[in-house]
């Protein structure tokens, strides 16, 4: 499994500075810009992969929006600012599902080879090989929500287990049974290719 890469500039700053930057926005607010200016993009792009570009703009501000509102109650102990940015993008996700399941059947209906260079780094694209497109988006539809965002933080943010743990609250264990559960019947429905396969020409 592929480790996470860091953040939106190869996290020239460890989450320790994250950390340090949420601490201080709670008497300083104007310092959270820092923890915007360096994830906004990050999100923004796991958001459209989900929802489509469209939506991608209003849920990822909403996440922002959230994240400062909520920046009291970040806990370093638990993990890094990325997945805690992560987990609330995806509960903003969870908030509009009916959206990403019409976003994921109009990937369906796509054909196989206009996915991998199609509209904002299609999700089809980016988690299997452009091919297999417009049943991998039938087959993401009908997953679970929780097992879609297991994983799709997996295919998309390049999230391990334990950033996944993070970012949705679960615990270790349960991001791993989901993740098989998730991986088994994707890949019955994909004819037994494994939906996690990326391929050169369908990477970002």
């Known amino acids: 499994m592929r480790r996470s890469h860091a953040s939106a500039e190869d ?8 950390a340090e930057t949420i601490a201080r926005s709670w008497h300083e607010p104007e310092l959270f810009a820092g ?27 909403e996440t922002f929006l959230a994240a400062f509102r909520r920046r009291d109650r970040f806990d370093p102990a638990k993990g890094a600012v990325r997945a805690w940015l992560y987990g609330i993008a995806t509960n903003q996700i ?34 299997t090989a452009g091919e297999v497109g417009g049943e991998l988006a039938k087959a993401l539809a009908r997953l679970s929500p929780g097992d879609r965002d297991v994983l799709l933080l997996v295919a998309l943010a390049d999230f ?8 949705l609250d679960l ?5 791993g049974s989901r993740l098989n559960r ?23």
């Not at 996290?11 to 994250?18: L, T, V």
């Not at 994909?190 to 990477?203: C, F, K, M, V, W």
Request: aromatic share 4%.
């Open 160 to 167: 391990s287990y334990d950033e996944v743990a993070t970012a």
């Open 11 to 18: 996290a020239a700053d460890d989450p320790e500075s994250d």
């Open 171 to 175: 615990k270790t264990g349960t991001v």
């Open 94 to 127: 969870g908030l509009h599902r009916r959206a990403e399941r019409r976003h994921l059947r109009a990937l369906a209906r796509t054909p196989a080879d206009g996915v991998a260079h199609g509209h904002e780094d299609r999700v089809a694209a980016r988690v």
């Open 35 to 61: 923890i915007f200016h360096r994830y906004f993009a990050e999100i923004h792009r796991y958001v459209a992969r989900r929802l489509g570009a469209d939506a991608a703009d209003d849920i990822a501000a």
């Open 182 to 204: 998730a991986r088994k019947k994707l890949r019955a429905a994909l004819g037994g290719a494994d939906p996690l396969i990326i391929t050169e020409e369908s990477t970002v």
